[in-house]
């Protein structure tokens, strides 16, 4: 950044419109500005500060436009402040131009407008802003590198002071970008967090192990049960055809043969019948489970029924069918309570649906009644929209039907009872009958058939024992399949998320892994930056110290100036003047840094070539510092701009800056006293030349 | 000088063992924040872009890789 010129407007004591040009000249690359206490230096340094960034360090900052452009304004009337630097960067011109509208309103001055333009030409030549200008300015100077470039010379001995090393450590991370890596590395700290929370989410629960074993066990139960059930059936089927061999012994043998035919016939007969009795059963399920809540709403019918009679005996014209009103209002809030209605539209406040319903009230009844008289029924307003009618139809029906299906549904379930009744009544005498052929065989005079009804009788309760342990494995099947794939669905779900834990664990130690690079490389760095940076300042400082002493930056970024010949490296205790320079040489050597990590590819800070522009370089120094100053002031940077009082300025100061001042600038104050004219205070710049022929400087500014 | 001398060796071994290219990693964080920085004025949602960077690099199933050419 190079500095070519400011206009100033209408800002602090600068009245209208003034301009200066700064040198730009490599021989000579000083630009003074002469005032006096008062005379707007300082305020010329802020208007700089306040351009490029809208900052304004004067006492009563919003007291800026100045006095006599105020006293000028009537009411209502519009007067401006601007501030516009011209300056180039990287081979490109830019503009920038910062400005205030205010307004008078009665007594009060009111800001009614603020802009920041910054203009450049582009590679065609034609005149382009960038899209964002606060942030383009920025990206050229960080706003909170200014302080480094843009300074009260009075106040910098700060810097070397202990106070001075948060603003040392600071400057230092800006300009190099550590600043950027530190918030990286909280970045990746936030990073860690959310694969922290991730992992802890899915590490919750997934005990595969204990899942494992559960299954395990599970598995055995099922095979068990499923090797019993296998037994069982294997025994069945056995039991089966040795009953069936007895049969056919009995069907053959003579003194058996009727009764074991009789016999057969019975248990075809006793299967029918429990087959009958399961239908039945099925039957009667069904009808209760279709047609059971008649039962339940027969009464309510009833009620309303009467209620509509009731109605219609009471008179006032009205007859059998027309609903009362009372049951209108109780229908019309409960639709509203429910939120819906019966049409299906949802009744929210202020909806056309909701204001339908609410205003359906005994009027509309009463319209409703006489258009239905009419036999238009159902034209009138009613709930929802037009549904009325045809829902009162439906009721009607319903509740004329369900007193109508209650007594059907009563009917059919009394007969369905009935005959499932009868069917185990048959089938109690079928197996009494059944008995009784046992008995009659047990009773026979035979040996062999007795033997034989003996042998059936054993494998019939063989047989019933081995049903009843089948039907014991069935259901013990069933619940070891539910426990297993209740488990094994755990199981699954356990493993997916150990497997999901697991990859969020190991991006976890990824981005730990990061952050620990991060912080290394910020160690490194800041370690190569320290001494980049000392290296810088022992180059400045030579432009400036007394022979054999050395500044450097110390581990503790403390700005330290020791003796070369200390061989115990102690402080040379600094006086105000020697802190001054020190922090001098501290802000050249960031100078410096700033022109050569400029053609780097630097992540944040892009680097360049910043001018020095600072308000009272000399005001506490002693000759012998001011010489040292003047010297060293204009290798400090490419373009240094000093404004200075006329004392500061004669002397030393003006014989050691003489050949290197490119432009002069004096800043006339107009006051009552020097011009009984002049009814405001104002300031103007005047350019106020070297004097020609070289180093010659005049007696008046410390000349010979 | 140079920009960041630490960068070109440690934080490059050290998450090689994750099969991600630690030092592009590093730089993409660094150069996240501060473009961050620049365009919105901080670092929000860097966190989450560097997650998601470390969730490409680190998959659950063998997928392909950015090529890691800090390898030369």
């Given at each position: 950044?190079?500095?070519?010129?400011?206009?100033?407007?209408?800002?602090?004591?600068?009245?209208?419109?003034?301009?200066?040009?700064?040198?730009?000249?490599?021989?000579?690359?000083?630009?003074?500005?002469?005032?006096?206490?008062?005379?707007?230096?300082?305020?010329?340094?802020?208007?700089?500060?306040?351009?490029?960034?809208?900052?304004?360090?004067?006492?009563?900052?919003?007291?800026?436009?100045?006095?006599?452009?105020?006293?000028?304004?009537?009411?209502?009337?519009?007067?401006?402040?601007?501030?516009?630097?011209?300056?180039?960067?990287?081979?490109?011109?830019?503009?920038?131009?910062?400005?205030?509208?205010?307004?008078?309103?009665?007594?009060?001055?009111?800001?009614?407008?603020?802009?920041?333009?910054?203009?450049?030409?582009?590679?065609?030549?034609?005149?382009?802003?960038?899209?964002?200008?606060?942030?383009?300015?920025?990206?050229?100077?960080?706003?909170?590198?200014?302080?480094?470039?843009?300074?009260?010379?009075?106040?910098?001995?700060?810097?070397?002071?202990?106070?001075?090393?948060?603003?040392?450590?600071?400057?230092?991370?800006?300009?190099?970008?550590?600043?950027?890596?530190?918030?990286?590395?909280?970045?990746?700290?936030?990073?860690?967090?959310?694969?922290?929370?991730?992992?802890?989410?899915?590490?919750?629960?997934?005990?595969?192990?204990?899942?494992?074993?559960?299954?395990?066990?599970?598995?055995?139960?099922?095979?068990?049960?499923?090797?019993?059930?296998?037994?069982?059936?294997?025994?069945?089927?056995?039991?089966?055809?040795?009953?069936?061999?007895?049969?056919?012994?009995?069907?053959?043998?003579?003194?058996?043969?009727?009764?074991?035919?009789?016999?057969?016939?019975?248990?075809?007969h006793i299967a029918a019948l429990t087959k009958s009795i399961g239908d039945a059963n099925a039957d009667l399920r069904e009808l209760i489970s279709k047609s059971a809540y008649t039962a339940f709403c027969g009464r309510l019918a009833e009620r309303f029924l009467s209620l509509t009679e009731k109605y219609e005996a009471d008179?006032?014209?009205a007859r059998a069918g027309d609903i009362p009103p009372h049951f209108y209002t109780a229908v019309r809030e409960c639709l509203?309570e429910r939120?819906q209605c019966i049409c299906g539209a949802?009744?929210?406040?202020?909806?056309?649906?909701?204001?339908?319903?609410?205003?359906?009230?005994?009027?509309?009844l009463?319209?409703d009644a006489?258009?239905r008289r009419?036999g238009?029924a159902g034209?009138?307003?009613g709930i929802g929209?037009g549904a009325e009618a045809s829902w009162r139809a439906h009721v009607f029906s319903a509740m004329d039907g369900a007193a109508r299906r209650k007594s059907a549904f009563l009917a059919r379930a009394e007969a369905l009872s009935l005959r499932k009744r009868q069917l185990i009544e048959t089938r109690g005498e079928a197996?009494?009958?059944?008995?009784?052929?046992?008995?009659?065989?047990?009773?026979?005079?035979?040996?062999?058939?007795?033997?034989?009804?003996?042998?059936?009788?054993?494998?019939?309760?063989?047989?019933?024992?081995?049903?009843?342990?089948?039907?014991?494995?069935?259901?013990?099947?069933?619940?070891?399949?539910?426990?297993?794939?209740?488990?094994?669905?755990?199981?699954?779900?356990?493993?997916?998320?150990?497997?999901?834990?697991?990859?969020?664990?190991?991006?976890?130690?990824?981005?730990?892994?990061?952050?620990?690079?991060?912080?290394?490389?910020?160690?490194?760095?800041?370690?190569?930056?320290?001494?980049?940076?000392?290296?810088?300042?022992?180059?400045?400082?030579?432009?400036?110290?007394?022979?054999?002493?050395?500044?450097?930056?110390?581990?503790?970024?403390?700005?330290?100036?020791?003796?070369?010949?200390?061989?115990?490296?102690?402080?040379?205790?600094?006086?105000?003047?020697?802190?001054?320079?020190?922090?001098?040489?501290?802000?050249?050597?960031?100078?410096?840094?700033?022109?050569?990590?400029?053609?780097?590819?630097?992540?944040?800070?892009?680097?360049?070539?910043?001018?020095?522009?600072?308000?009272?370089?000399?005001?506490?120094?002693?000759?012998?510092?001011?010489?040292?100053?003047?010297?060293?002031?204009?290798?400090?940077?490419?373009?240094?701009?000093?404004?200075?009082?006329?004392?500061?300025?004669?002397?030393?100061?003006?014989?050691?800056?003489?050949?290197?001042?490119?432009?002069?600038?004096?800043?006339?104050?107009?006051?009552?006293?020097?011009?009984?004219?002049?009814?405001?205070?104002?300031?103007?710049?005047?350019?106020?030349?070297?004097?020609?022929?070289?180093?010659?400087?005049?007696?008046?500014?410390?000349?010979? | 000088?140079?920009?960041?001398?630490?960068?070109?060796?440690?934080?490059?071994?050290?998450?090689?063992?994750?099969?991600?290219?630690?030092?592009?990693?590093?730089?993409?964080?660094?150069?996240?924040?501060?473009?961050?920085?620049?365009?919105?004025?901080?670092?929000?949602?860097?966190?989450?872009?560097?997650?998601?960077?470390?969730?490409?690099?680190?998959?659950?199933?063998?997928?392909?890789?950015?090529?890691?050419?800090?390898?030369?």
């Amino acid at each position: 950044m190079t500095l070519h010129d400011l206009t100033i407007h209408n800002f602090r004591q600068y009245y209208g419109s003034q301009r200066l040009v700064f040198s730009k000249s490599a021989s000579r690359n000083v630009t003074i500005i002469l005032g006096e206490n008062g005379e707007g230096k300082t305020a010329l340094l802020n208007a700089i500060k306040w351009c490029f960034y809208g900052v304004n360090d004067l006492p009563f900052p919003e007291r800026s436009l100045n006095e006599r452009a105020e006293a000028e304004l009537v009411d209502g009337g519009q007067a401006k402040i601007s501030v516009a630097i011209t300056f180039e960067d990287r081979q490109c011109v830019y503009t920038a131009i910062r400005e205030e509208l205010f307004r008078k309103s009665g007594k009060a001055l009111i800001r009614v407008e603020h802009k920041f333009y910054l203009r450049y030409l582009d590679e065609a030549g034609a005149e382009n802003e960038p899209f964002n200008a606060e942030y383009a300015i920025r990206s050229i100077l960080p706003e909170n590198m200014h302080a480094y470039f843009f300074f009260d010379g009075e106040r910098i001995d700060a810097l070397s002071k202990k106070e001075g090393t948060e603003g040392i450590k600071s400057a230092i991370k800006i300009i190099l970008g550590l600043e950027v890596i530190e918030r990286a590395i909280g970045c990746a700290g936030d990073a860690c967090e959310l694969f922290r929370k991730e992992f802890s989410d899915r590490n919750r629960n997934a005990d595969t192990a204990r899942l494992f074993q559960f299954l395990e066990q599970d598995r055995k139960l099922l095979a068990n049960a499923l090797e019993r059930k296998e037994t069982l059936d294997g025994a069945h089927l056995a039991l089966t055809a040795q009953k069936e061999a007895v049969y056919q012994e009995l069907k053959i043998n003579e003194g058996a043969k009727e009764l074991q035919a009789h016999r057969e016939t019975l248990e075809a007969h006793i299967a029918a019948l429990t087959k009958s009795i399961g239908d039945a059963n099925a039957d009667l399920r069904e009808l209760i489970s279709k047609s059971a809540y008649t039962a339940f709403c027969g009464r309510l019918a009833e009620r309303f029924l009467s209620l509509t009679e009731k109605y219609e005996a009471d008179g006032a014209g009205a007859r059998a069918g027309d609903i009362p009103p009372h049951f209108y209002t109780a229908v019309r809030e409960c639709l509203i309570e429910r939120g819906q209605c019966i049409c299906g539209a949802a009744l929210h406040e202020g909806s056309p649906a909701y204001e339908a319903v609410k205003g359906f009230d005994a009027h509309a009844l009463g319209r409703d009644a006489e258009e239905r008289r009419g036999g238009r029924a159902g034209a009138g307003a009613g709930i929802g929209t037009g549904a009325e009618a045809s829902w009162r139809a439906h009721v009607f029906s319903a509740m004329d039907g369900a007193a109508r299906r209650k007594s059907a549904f009563l009917a059919r379930a009394e007969a369905l009872s009935l005959r499932k009744r009868q069917l185990i009544e048959t089938r109690g005498e079928a197996i009494e009958e059944l008995d009784a052929v046992a008995g009659k065989l047990d009773a026979q005079a035979s040996k062999n058939i007795r033997e034989l009804e003996a042998r059936r009788k054993k494998i019939e309760e063989e047989l019933n024992d081995t049903l009843k342990k089948q039907t014991y494995v069935e259901l013990d099947i069933r619940q070891a399949r539910e426990t297993f794939e209740k488990h094994e669905k755990e199981f699954d779900r356990a493993q997916a998320n150990n497997a999901k834990a697991e990859l969020a664990k190991k991006r976890l130690e990824a981005a730990q892994t990061l952050q620990k690079a991060l912080e290394g490389y910020l160690a490194d760095s800041t370690r190569v930056v320290h001494q980049t940076l000392n290296e810088s300042i022992t180059a400045v400082y030579g432009n400036f110290s007394k022979k054999g002493y050395f500044a450097f930056i110390d581990e503790n970024f403390r700005l330290t100036v020791v003796k070369t010949s200390d061989e115990a490296g102690r402080d040379v205790p600094m006086s105000q003047g020697e802190r001054q320079i020190a922090s001098l040489c501290f802000i050249g050597a960031l100078v410096k840094i700033a022109r050569e990590i400029v053609s780097k590819d630097q992540l944040f800070f892009h680097g360049g070539v910043f001018p020095i522009v600072m308000d009272s370089p000399f005001g506490a120094l002693d000759h012998d510092h001011k010489e040292r100053v003047g010297q060293g002031m204009p290798q400090l940077a490419e373009q240094v701009v000093l404004l200075i009082s006329r004392t500061q300025w004669a002397g030393e100061v003006a014989r050691t800056l003489a050949t290197r001042v490119g432009k002069r600038y004096k800043l006339v104050n107009h006051n009552a006293k020097n011009d009984p004219e002049a009814k405001y205070e104002y300031t103007e710049i005047v350019e106020y030349p070297m004097p020609e022929g070289g180093p010659h400087i005049p007696a008046s500014e410390g000349g010979a | 000088m140079n920009e960041y001398p630490m960068a070109d060796q440690a934080p490059r071994d050290a998450l090689k063992a994750y099969g991600a290219p630690t030092y592009e990693l590093a730089r993409f964080s660094v150069l996240e924040v501060a473009r961050h920085l620049k365009e919105y004025g901080g670092e929000r949602g860097v966190p989450n872009l560097i997650a998601k960077k470390i969730r490409d690099l680190i998959r659950e199933e063998p997928g392909p890789r950015a090529p890691d050419t800090d390898d030369e």
